[in-house]
């Protein structure tokens, strides 16, 4: 019997379709909130519904079919996904092949009703008795992703600071997630990329779930922090109930030890395998999850390690009548989940137990009163060898009210069955005190392992504070070191500057003694040098300051040029070009046949600071005209040779 208080301490919620399809139009939900006490029955849109789960945030949201909230397999995991961290949503009949919701009420001695109010009530009262299945996407991991909370951009003259300065941040934030997960002692993995002046993203791999993390969802400036449940590849179902069942046990001995848990109706529970434990730590883990009425082998005679767990537990043995084979194993468990084939063999040991006795569980079941436990029943009947009629009355005994009787009954010998029955009972109550008493020291124990843990805790968290503390006093002093030399480069960079800027000054002012002067015949002509007339030195002074058209280009070795080189130049469209040194005659040609001005630079008074200089407007001005006259006379030289070449041939001819 459920020894669940009236008042829960959960609140639960009970959903059924009153109307509508989730794959078609909107549907609407008949829903139950149940608290142990008060029942509350409303019909709600879909949408209403899960703002009430999000504002409410029920411990469960149960229903008889968890395709009824999504239309799909992708549409359940996003819903899932949405729930709140608190809220399980819980399918009352069952895993994956779930059965009628008449028939779990009707086995747990719920009211049921065909309407969609009574079928959303039932549901909210089975799942509130821990009856159904939790249906999971995600799992007990999650990841905690930090990361640069703008773009670095695509240049600029202070983009390297910038940079550096999102990715310090980044790592800054880095470091106190680590230091909050490193303080709440949950084991995790990290990974870093890391980028110029610190870190790009950083991912956190956390063995725990986001309410149990101390870190949350957050962006602002330069960093963002992402905190996501590690998804699934498929749904899990886990069932509800916490409290130790009856249950089969699969058990398959050996260097790896593999043990699984079936309970009366045929399900999966759980399953182990381990290299490492102990039979003693294999009993443990069996006593932790439910209460075996028969342990079962998958070969025949049982080991001598699947027997001592039997005994350990007084319950039922069972053993095939031969050693069950590889293809009929894996048949039987070919719908459950296993990692390995010691896994499957001690669940198809389970399961094969469960299906020799199914039909005596469901008898036992047919008979067995709502009140009465029916794994005790079980538990009397495979083990004990009671019948269900004499496990049912001792049952009944041990609940019932011993009153005072008004008559006298006259005592009779006892059969020697009933002599069997109570030496039993005897034995049972013997080991429950045995029983008690280890608990009670088990419980003494984990107190003093936990205090000692706590003690654990402070002194690892003493002693990682102090270390924070010194990586930070080192961290400081790193960048105290950095700012200064990045101050003294500055003023390096500033006293530079400084200096060109009178250099300007002076380029600027010439023999000028004001600005206004600078007109007429003195002004003064912008001149973009190039150190060589080829073509990686012209696209290289594009690169630097542009070549545009209208500009004054000076060749400071005008050696070496040729047609490409030439028509490069001709791109940039200049007004005029000044060479120093002799020039080739196949640049010469393409710039008069561009109409480009060329001429030596010697003619023109240059002034250089760095990448810039100036000459005066006259000068090439001067440039351009003495330009004009050599291609006027180029012109006239090239039509007379010409008509030269015309007449000659008519001559030819004519002879």
């Known amino acids: 019997m459920s020894t669940r208080t009236r008042a829960l301490d959960t609140l639960v919620y009970g959903v059924d379709v009153q109307s509508g399809d989730v794959r078609g139009d909107a549907p609407s939900y008949a829903l139950v909130t149940y608290d142990g006490d008060e029942v509350e029955r409303d019909v709600v849109t879909r949408r209403k519904l899960l703002r009430l789960v999000d504002d409410e945030r029920p411990d469960i949201v149960a229903t008889d079919n968890m395709y009824e909230l999504a239309a799909d397999k992708d549409a359940l995991v996003r819903l899932l996904g949405g729930l709140p961290d608190e809220t399980k949503l819980v399918q009352v009949t069952g895993d994956e092949r779930p059965e009628p919701l008449s028939r779990v009420a009707k086995r747990h001695g719920v009211p049921y009703g065909k309407p969609a109010i009574e079928e959303a009530e039932a549901a909210a009262r089975l799942a509130a008795r821990n009856v159904g299945y939790e249906v999971s996407a995600f799992t007990d991991e999650t990841t905690v992703k930090v990361s640069r909370g703008r773009s670095t951009g695509k240049g600029g003259w202070s983009q390297d600071r910038y940079t550096r300065r999102i990715h310090g941040n980044v790592k800054r934030e880095t470091r106190d997630v680590q230091s909050k997960l490193d303080d709440a002692a949950l084991d ?49 179902f886990e069932p509800l109930a916490k409290r130790r069942d009856r249950v089969f046990v699969g ?7 593999a043990v699984a848990l079936v309970d009366l109706d045929g399900h999966v529970l759980d399953v182990l395998s381990t290299r490492t434990a102990d039979t003693a730590d294999v009993i443990e883990w069996i006593v932790e999850r439910g209460r075996p009425v028969l342990v079962a082998a998958d070969v025949t005679p049982m080991p001598a390690t699947v027997d001592q767990i039997r005994r350990s537990f007084d319950a039922a043995g069972w053993e095939p009548d031969s050693d069950l084979p590889v293809d009929e194993k894996q048949h039987r468990t070919r719908d459950t989940g296993y990692d390995n084939d010691h896994e499957r063999d001690a669940t198809a040991a389970a399961l094969y137990a469960h299906d020799a006795h199914d039909d005596q569980i469901r008898r036992i079941t047919r008979k067995t009163p709502p009140r009465i436990e029916r794994g005790d029943v079980v538990k009397r009947v495979l083990a004990d060898g009671e019948t269900v009629e004499v496990a049912v009355d001792a049952l009944t005994d041990d609940d019932g009210d011993d009153g005072d009787d008004d008559h006298e009954h006259e005592a009779r010998e006892l059969t020697e069955e009933e002599q069997t029955i109570k030496r039993l009972r005897e034995r049972v109550g013997r080991l429950d005190d045995h029983v008690t008493d280890l608990e009670a020291e088990l419980d003494a124990k984990d107190e003093r392992i936990a205090d000692l843990e706590a003690e654990l805790d402070d002194a690892r968290r003493e002693e990682r504070k102090e270390a924070r503390e010194r990586r930070e006093v080192t961290r400081l002093e790193w960048e105290n070191d950095r700012l200064e030399s990045e101050l003294d480069e500055e003023r390096e960079r500033a006293d530079r500057l400084a200096s060109k800027l009178e250099r300007l000054k002076e380029l600027w002012k010439l023999d000028h003694s004001n600005f206004a002067d600078v007109d007429g015949a003195d002004a003064l002509a912008a001149v973009k040098p190039v150190d060589q007339f080829t073509r990686d030195a012209i696209d290289a002074a594009d690169e630097n300051y542009g070549l545009a058209r209208g500009d004054v280009v000076y060749f400071r070795d005008a050696s070496g040029a040729g047609r490409a080189t030439a028509d490069r130049l001709v791109e940039t469209d200049p007004r005029v070009v000044l060479l120093d040194g002799e020039t080739s ?32 407007e006259a000068d090439v001005a001067a440039v351009e005209d003495d330009y004009r006259e050599r291609a006027a006379e180029r012109d006239k030289e090239e039509t007379e040779s010409m008509v030269d070449s015309i007449i000659s041939e008519h001559r030819a001819e004519r002879d």
């Open 188 to 236: 995790y993995e990290r990974d870093v990329t890391e980028k110029y002046g610190g870190f790009s993203n950083a991912v956190f791999t956390v063995e725990a779930r986001p309410q149990d993390i101390p870190v949350s969802n957050k962006r602002a400036g330069d960093v963002r922090v992402e905190v996501e449940r590690v998804r699934r590849d498929g749904l899990t």
């Open 585 to 616: 005659d196949i640049a010469e040609d393409v710039l008069y046949e561009a109409d480009v001005p060329f001429g030596p630079a010697e003619d023109v008074t240059i002034r250089e600071i760095d990448e810039l200089a100036i000459a005066r």
């Open 251 to 257: 058990v398959d001995p050996g260097t790896t030890t």
